[in-house]
Structure formats: C-alpha cells, structure tokens
C-alpha cells in the first residue's frame, strides 16, 4: 500500500471511531435524560393521589363542619401552628360562627347572667367541636369553635384534641 492510501484510511477509522463514540455517548445521555425523566414522572404520580386525598379530607372536614354546625359558618385550615395550649406544631380546623346568639349567650354565662339554655349552647357547641374532632388523623390536631364581635375580638367557644379537651365540655 502506498502511503496517501493508508493515510487515508487511518484518518477514516480515527473519524469512524470518534463518530462511534459521540453517537454512544448521545445515546448514553439521551437514555439517561429518558430514565430521569421516568422518575419524574413517577414521583409525579406518587404524589398525585396524596395531593386529591388530602383536599377530599379537607372538603369532607368542612362538609362535616357545615353539617354540625349549619351553614352560616366560616372554616379555615391553620397548618404549623404551636399555641400555649399545645407548643406542639399542628394543624388546626378552625370553625367561625357568625350567629350573633352564640355570641350573646356566652357574654351572658361570662357575666354572671347566663341561663340554663345559654349553658345549654355553648355545652352543645363543645360536643358537636369533640365529635369533629374525632374525624381527625392525628392526635396532635385541633379543632377549634369561636366567634368574632364586630370589634374583631376573637372568643374561644371550643378547643378540642382526639384525645385531649382543651376547653372542657363541663366549663
């Protein structure tokens, strides 16, 4: 052979060779794009039916809260709260009752004034916040039953854990 020949055919085999290995390296990478995105996918779907059941569970709470209470409520998910009361990071389903005899009932028992009918009120009021409450799947939960007066102070009726009453029932 003559030397332009095998020349030629060692600049061949070099670029056959280099062209061999960016063709294996893009299949490498492309192959490796397509299992990540795979994963992604997968944790896109693992989460997916966490994110609906979660907002079923809260639709249902609220539902449950609206079939207790009545309608005329406000609802409200509070998560990562720590009070006085539990110092432990929860989440609290807080119930807003916007019926102004609620509101008098407890002034009057507050005062002095209250009768066996207002006692009877806010006793119901507690029960119907402690079977709520039962529907919760964490113990550290709490629901919460108040009312605001137009000077937007804000009266506690109710706090209740599955297993732990913080404003009692007997009160």
């Known amino acids: 052979m003559d030397a332009k020949f095998q020349v030629s055919i060692n ?3 070099e670029v056959y060779y280099e062209k061999s290995i960016l063709l294996l390296s893009m299949v490498f990478v492309l192959s490796a794009c397509g299992n990540s995105k795979n994963l992604a996918d997968n ?3 693992t989460e997916e039916p966490f994110e609906v059941t979660t907002t079923i569970e809260l639709k249902d709470m609220e539902s449950k809260a609206k079939e207790l209470f009545g309608d005329d409520i ?3 998910i509070n998560e990562g709260v720590s009070t006085n009361d539990i110092a432990e990071p929860h989440t609290e389903y807080r119930i807003t009752l916007t019926d102004f005899s609620i509101a008098e009932a407890n002034d ?5 004034q209250g009768t066996e009918e207002d006692q009877d ?3 119901d009021l507690r029960e119907k916040t402690k079977e709520l ?3 919760l799947d964490n113990n550290s939960d709490a629901v919460v039953t108040d009312y605001i007066t137009e000077v937007d102070t ?3 009726l109710a706090y209740s854990q599955k297993n732990n009453d913080i404003i ?3 009160e």
Not at 108 to 112: L, M, V
């Open 154 to 156: 804000i009266y506690l």
């Open 74 to 76: 406000r609802f409200e």
């Open 43 to 45: 944790d896109e779907t």
């Open 121 to 123: 009120k806010i006793r």
């Open 168 to 170: 009692s029932i007997e």
């Open 108 to 112: 009057r028992i507050k005062s002095g």
């Open 133 to 135: 409450v039962q529907d």
């Open 11 to 13: 600049l061949s085999m």
